[in-house]
């Protein structure tokens, strides 16, 4: 399992922009529907690692984005 946490740097003039360009083509790709609890955190089976990979490195001008690889996901109470 993978786990992507990103975040989107731009200036305020051009973040709006940004932030349509980034998500149109996330929805775009099917990518959406790995989000989990907020837009900002994708989980995704390992099989996908290639195709998120390469779509996080052609907006790695604008988007800050770590992986992660993991066997599980708790959630702390």
Same mark, same amino acid.
């Given at each position: 399992?993978?786990v992507?946490?990103?975040?989107? /740097?731009?200036?305020? /003039?051009?973040?709006?922009r ?10 775009? +790709?099917?990518? +959406? ?26 907006? +790695? /001008?604008?988007?800050?984005?770590? /992986? ?10």
């Open positions: 399992m993978l992507y946490l990103y975040d989107l /740097k731009s200036s305020v /003039k051009d973040y709006n940004l932030k349509r360009n980034f998500y149109y083509h996330l929805n775009k +790709n099917g990518y +959406n529907q790995y989000f989990w609890k907020t837009k900002s955190v994708l989980v995704a089976p390992d099989e996908m690692e290639r195709a998120l990979d390469g779509f996080f490195k052609d907006f +790695n /001008k604008f988007v800050v984005a770590y /992986k992660i690889h993991t066997d599980s996901i708790e959630e702390m109470e």
